[in-house]
């Protein structure tokens, strides 16, 4: 029998979706991201996803100076590696977006492969009141949002990174990005092997079912044969049911409180490490490895630690 893959465990540490009311585990300042993607490293996440928060208020920013507050610790705390979202906020302009990727160079980043509706507005009604002021509407109102990425937008991600050798987890929401993104290769944005981020269960993209995960597995590999790795974010409830799936299927998993605020149902999680601890766990007990950051590094083609402006 050959030999089953090692699994890359990716976490996603802190996100542009839940907010301080919703978890105290949640990581907002500096010392917090910082604290909790190195334990995240330390419980077995090769690769480590990063957004930035306002230090007084926990909101979202996209300002380069606030992920310079974290990332230099965390690279000389692990050896992981290190993803930096380019989505990181629904208002801004692309150009915005990639200013951190611009000016820190990582070995990764998260780029979404289409445009969609992006809505989180039932969780407001879920609290009475609200640790800062700025949480309610940003909830409340986010089905107004569209998470814009047109194709002039990923190929301006594409031409600006491609000097920097950044790979990209490309974040395929529903099966027509996964067409966009071939479409994409076939001009030369893209260079196998590329590693593909099925994301199930936001309001607005594909839902949580495992026929779902067994269709965009398909249509991948139809698609994309031997180029491409894959992993899968389950959002909320779905994320350790699907990632163990995944695993089982050979793909790679995604966990972190930027997908889940749970550890199991109903129980909200201590830490982005409890979530790994337990996912690691998942995954060697039913007799898959679990993968180093060096090991994902060769999986991915990255161009290593060493190659960053951190």
Not at 207 to 222: C, H, I, Q, S
Not at 232 to 252: E, I, R, Y
């Amino acid at each position: 029998m050959a030999k089953r893959p090692k699994t890359i465990i990716t976490c996603a540490v802190t996100g542009a979706i839940h907010t301080p009311t919703m978890s105290d585990a949640l990581p907002y300042t500096a010392d917090d991201i910082a604290g909790q993607a190195i334990a995240a490293a330390e419980a077995g996440a090769a690769i480590l996803h990063l957004h930035a928060r306002r230090p007084e208020d926990g909101g979202v920013t996209i300002d380069p100076d606030a992920f310079a507050a974290f990332l230099p610790r965390i690279k000389q705390a692990t050896g992981a590696v290190v993803n930096i979202s380019t989505g990181g906020s629904l208002k801004n302009s692309i150009e915005e977006r990639i200013a951190p990727a611009l000016r820190f160079s990582p070995e990764m980043c998260s780029l979404n492969m289409g445009s969609m509706n992006f809505s989180f507005h039932p969780l407001a009604s879920r609290y009475d009141s609200w640790k800062f002021d700025w949480e309610k509407d940003y909830v409340a109102n986010s089905d107004t949002y569209i998470f814009r990425n047109t194709f002039r937008d990923i190929e301006t991600v594409a031409r600006a990174l491609a000097p920097h050798r950044i790979k990209f987890e490309h974040e395929c929401y529903d099966v027509g990005h996964l067409y966009n993104l071939r479409f994409c290769m076939d001009i030369g944005l893209f260079k196998a092997p590329i590693f593909i981020q099925f994301i199930f269960g936001i309001l607005g993209g594909i839902g949580p079912e495992v026929d779902n995960l067994v269709f965009m597995k398909r249509t991948a590999d139809r698609l994309f044969g031997e180029d491409y790795r894959w992993s899968v974010l389950g959002a909320g409830g779905a994320q350790m049911s699907l990632a163990t799936t995944a695993s089982q299927m050979g793909g790679n998993v995604r966990v972190g409180l930027e997908d889940s605020l749970f550890i199991s149902r109903g129980q909200l999680a201590t830490s982005n490490a409890q979530q790994v601890t337990k996912i690691r766990r998942i995954v060697e007990d039913l007799g898959c490895e679990v993968a180093s950051p060096d090991e994902a590094r060769e999986m991915l083609g990255l161009k290593g630690g060493d190659q960053v402006a951190f």
